[in-house]
Every structure is written in structure tokens, then in C-alpha cells.
DNA sequence: TTCTTATGTTAACATTGTTCACTTTGAAAA
DNA sequence: TTTTCAAAGTGAACAATGTTAACATAAGAA
């Protein structure tokens, strides 16, 4: 009974000013909502009825809405970059594999959460995007990633040797499109999902790969794809 | 002098009341919008001004605002079909070159029409192309034009055999990828353009094309784009 | 000429993001 | 302990947005 009332004291003093981590709160809620609605139908009514609080009282945490959606971003691309590059970063596969299964989680990661990939990769907010590049422009996270990974890929012969940038290009392109294609609602591929990824990696993978390897893999789909290509060793 | 004074009378007397043709000046005006800026940009209070009306005007032409960009999506795919299907109706060309060739005007449009190609692609109005496609199904256009190309292909022989449905996305996957990554901003390709679509086409190819077949084609550098990918008649 | 309808106008509305003057709170300084 | 003050909330007001309603006019049919 006590206890009952101090709980409800204690909201009551915390609903009207001095909310604690107001800030934290307001991030907290955008993604839940980005979780299931597009980010354009966040407005700063939602948010202050979601804390409690007014209309007005994100300006004391964030210079004004926009400043929030930047926040979004940043910590969505920490969130990407946690969810897709694992792969990346291992030493215990081969390539081929981590360029397999690091492209199934970016599509994957699309899927699961469409606002959110829009919002990361739409055009609206992409002067961000280039301030999060250049600071970690050395670090081996999205875009960067890739390329290095098929500048390895190359040293290791396993890649086509020229242009290491535009086959970087093919390959994000591939996997944007498709992810773009399907969270926008241009295909219906639920059901043929999975099919549609092989046939879209195997593609590129015939494309990328050098017609002068033959590639053993440790993942047992991806050697037994690999087998109409045959060239020698 | 009689002239001008009749000029300044029509002119003031179509300023108000009875513009004449205002809906499709509505629609022109709207397309010259885009032509520069995001639709997002447009707002009612522009095309008033830039009509010589109210901002309310537009409501006895259209139901709302939405109903004029529906308007813009529906010509705007009539545009698109027009500019980029026009090698698909073509029977002298070689299907290969047909690709190549189709591939390239439609990157070219989104690219000389960005904010008109995130209106046509985007998800906001996904689903007045919901049914814009489902009216147009049987025709030849957009996605039914390239997967009726594949099929064909893959009945000549020159394209793998199994899953046109599947092919067909990946081949519209790449082309919508690069394009959006480029109009989005997330490639600065202005310099290199030419060597990455060369790329994203010979990747794309290389694995499209049935292993059983050497292509010839008419156009000089896509034969020798196909050499590598020699394999017995 | 008169009536009607299409097509314009202006005024008002709710909702949006935003600013400003204010109030409250909690903690450091006295 | 009391005072002070910055941080963090409030509500009122603003302009811009899309939208609606009541009203005005033009043009053609009756």
C-alpha cells in the first residue's frame, strides 16, 4: 500500500517537469514507432504524448525534429553495421560464404525493418550520411567494407582482378535493389523469398568471380553452385 | 495600343474566374516542379502562384493534393514506358543488345529524371502502381516487357533455362539498385558512370547467360565483352 | 433573357514544426 | 540551511500546410 503510493507520487512528480532521461525516451520511442510506421507519419505530438510531456519540450534535447531523425540515423547505421557485417569480420569462412551471408543479413536486415533501411538509405536525409562516412571513412564498416573485401577477394585470385570499386558497386547495388524492390512493394516474394536470393546471388557470383578459380566452399549450397562454372584450377 | 489594352483586359479577366485549361496547367506545372526539385517540395500555395489562382483552386480539379500526384505517377509511367521500352519493341536487334541497350536508358532516365524516378519507385504511393500494374498486366510494359524478354531469351537458348520469373528480378534488382544508389547520392559516379554500367552489365550478364552458348552480337562492344565467358556452340 | 453549372474566390479550420516568455526543479554556492 | 541559478519542463502564439465551406462569377443552354 505504501509502497503503491510512493510509486504513483513518484509519476505524478516525474510526468510534469523533470523527466529524468527525456532524451533517451524521445530516441526510444521514434525507433519503436519507425518499428512499425514510416518515419514521415512521426510527428512531435506522438512523441510528447508517448513521454508525457509537451509538444514543445524536445526542443530542450534536440535543436528540432530533424536533429532527432539525425540521431535515428546514426544509431541506425551502428545498428546496421552490428546486424549485417558480422560475416565481415570473421576469419574462419571463405570468402565466398561471407560475401553470401553478409548479403543475406543486408537483405534480411531490410526486411525486418523496411522504415528504417529507408530511412537510412533514402535520399531525404543523405547529407548525414556523408558526415557518418567521413568520419569513419578508415574504418571497416558498410561501403568500405565491401570494397576491401573485394580487394581481397581479388589478392586472393578469387575475384575478377580489374576495377575493384565498380565491382564493389555491382554488388551493393544488387542487394539495395533488391532490398528496395521488395520493402517498397514492387515484389510479392514472400513466399519465393529464398529462391529469389539464390538466383540473385548465384548471378552475381558468376559475374564476380574469376574464370580462372574454381571455388571450394565451406557452406555445402554454395560449392554445388558453383559447379557450372567449372574452369580449371 | 489596343492590343496591349485587350492583352491586360484578357489577361485580368482570366486571372480571376474561368482559367481555361487550368487542370492540365496544374499537371504541367507540377511535372516542371519535379523536373528540379523533390515532389515533396511542391505545395499548394506554389502551384497557386505559379497558375495565377487560389490555393484552393486545385480542389475543383482534383479531389486533394494526393490525387494530382496520382495523376503525375500515372503520366509519369506513360513517360517511362515511352523512354525506356522502345529496344524491347524492336525486332532487329540481337536480345542481348536489346538488354544492354534498355538497361542503359533506364538507368539514363532516373538519372536526367531523379525526383520523377523516386515518385514512379518509391513506397509512398505504392499503391496507385498497384493498379496502374494490374490495369496494364497484359500489355508490354515495365515489368511484364522484361520478363516476356527473358522468356523469350531463354526459349532462344541464350539465357539459362530455369526460373524467368526469378531472373527477372535480378536483372530489374541491379538496374533499380544502381539507379536509385546513384540519384539517392550515395555514389558520386558522374566521372565513371560509362565503366560502371559497363560493369554492372557484363557481371549481369556473364550470369544471365546460359553456359551452353557464345553470344554474337551487333553491337561492336558486346561481343567482346563475351569472350571470356567462351564456351562450346 | 434567365438559369444552371462549372470554376473561381475568400475566410476559416486543424495540424504541422517552431519560438518565446514563463515556471518548476534540483543541486551547487553561500 | 538558505540562496541562487541553470536545466528542463509548460502553455500561448506563430506561420505554413492541406482542406473545407460559403460565396461569386462566367459561359452556355433553356
Given at each position: 500500500m505504501f509502497t503503491l503510493y510512493l510509486c504513483y507520487n513518484i509519476d505524478m512528480t516525474k510526468q510534469h517537469y523533470h523527466?529524468?532521461?527525456?532524451?533517451?525516451?524521445?530516441?526510444?520511442?521514434?525507433?519503436?514507432f519507425i518499428a512499425k510506421e514510416d518515419?514521415?507519419?512521426?510527428?512531435?505530438?506522438?512523441?510528447?504524448?508517448?513521454?508525457?510531456?509537451?509538444?514543445?519540450a524536445i526542443y530542450k534535447h534536440f535543436k528540432?525534429?530533424?536533429?532527432?531523425?539525425?540521431?535515428?540515423?546514426?544509431?541506425?547505421?551502428d545498428i546496421f553495421d552490428e546486424k549485417v557485417s558480422p560475416y565481415f569480420k570473421t576469419n574462419t569462412l571463405p570468402l565466398i560464404d561471407q560475401f553470401y551471408l553478409t548479403g543475406k543479413l543486408y537483405v534480411e536486415f531490410a526486411r525486418k525493418n523496411p522504415n528504417l533501411y529507408r530511412l537510412l538509405f533514402g535520399k531525404k536525409y543523405a547529407y548525414i550520411r556523408?558526415?557518418?562516412l567521413s568520419i569513419k571513412e578508415e574504418d571497416c564498416s558498410g561501403f568500405g567494407a565491401?570494397?576491401?573485401?573485394?580487394?581481397?577477394?581479388?589478392?586472393?585470385?578469387?575475384?575478377?582482378?580489374?576495377?575493384?570499386?565498380?565491382?564493389?558497386?555491382?554488388?551493393?547495388a544488387s542487394m539495395h535493389g533488391i532490398s528496395s524492390l521488395i520493402i517498397d512493394g514492387f515484389l510479392d516474394v514472400e513466399e519465393i523469398y529464398e529462391e529469389v536470393y539464390e538466383t540473385l546471388f548465384e548471378t552475381l557470383?558468376?559475374?564476380?568471380?574469376?574464370?580462372k578459380v574454381k571455388i571450394f566452399s565451406a557452406l555445402p549450397g554454395l560449392s554445388k553452385r558453383l559447379q557450372p562454372h567449372k574452369t580449371k584450377v
Open positions: 523527466h529524468g532521461n527525456l532524451k533517451e525516451e524521445f530516441i526510444r520511442i521514434a525507433f519503436e518515419v514521415e507519419k512521426l510527428t512531435l505530438k506522438i512523441l510528447a504524448e508517448a513521454t508525457g510531456t509537451s509538444r514543445s528540432n525534429k530533424d536533429a532527432l531523425i539525425e540521431t535515428l540515423i546514426e544509431r541506425g547505421f556523408e558526415e557518418i565491401l570494397k576491401k573485401a573485394v580487394e581481397r577477394g581479388q589478392k586472393e585470385g578469387i575475384l575478377k582482378k580489374e576495377k575493384s570499386y565498380e565491382l564493389a558497386i555491382v554488388i551493393w557470383l558468376v559475374g564476380i568471380v574469376s574464370n
